[in-house]
């Protein structure tokens, strides 16, 4: 395949068996186009490589692709290998802040589309570093404790987000993972730094296909 188009900058493409998943990330919307995996690779960086020219002009009018690079170039996604236990006792004072952040993050994330959403924490992108595992097993404790009793709990669109605005006011920068499958389809989204997967499980995050990095 060669790659002769990128992904417009807010579509999203990934490859599940024969199919391709497509996030519409400014529609708030996915949709799949159906054995199109032989015709088309997307590629972590968005380009997508074409195995038949003819197509160009139909992922083009769909509004899918042109001939510009996003800007920045999209960072690859990282597999993830491990995951954080949540620590059972976790310190009073770190659930005391885990239950500001949430109700906080919670107030922000009403109403919002996912556009908005995945552009909240965009100062922090590229800055996930390793952290002391220890303390992070502390704030996904705390933050496990006080989420049952914060009001208008969501699902894990609104959870990983919830989390996220947390980790951030502790300084600690992750990646927030978008991954489907299909057949039948579904969604799901989680937070990493690096291979580490926090907030979630690694045996459920292993079932998608990656398709964003915020």
Partial sequence: ??????????????????????????GDRYECLLGAAPLLQPEADGRIGLADVS?????????????LA????RRPIVPPT??????????????????????VATLIFRGKPISVLVDYHKALRGRAEEQ??????????????VRPW??????CLQRSF?????????????????????WPFSAHCWLQIGDLVVGDRLERVRRYAPILRA
Avoid: K
Avoid at 150 to 155: H, K, N, S, V
């Fill in 70 to 73: 996003p800007n920045p170039v």
């Fill in 150 to 155: 914060i009001p208008f709990e969501g699902e």
């Fill in 132 to 145: 002391d595992e220890a303390w992070l097993a502390d704030l996904a404790g705390a933050a496990r404790r």
């Fill in 162 to 182: 919830q989390l996220r605005c947390y980790l951030a006011s502790r300084g600690v920068a992750a990646d927030w993972i978008f991954g489907v499958r299909t």
């Fill in 55 to 67: 197509i160009m002009d139909e992922l083009r009018t769909a509004g899918l692709a042109g001939d």
């Fill in 1 to 26: 395949m060669t790659a002769d188009l990128w992904c417009h900058p807010n579509i999203y493409l990934t490859v599940v068996d024969e199919d391709v998943v497509v996030l519409d990330v400014a």
């Fill in 82 to 103: 491990r995951e954080i236990t949540p620590a059972s006792r976790p310190p009073r004072s770190e659930m005391v802040r885990a239950a500001f952040a949430w109700i």
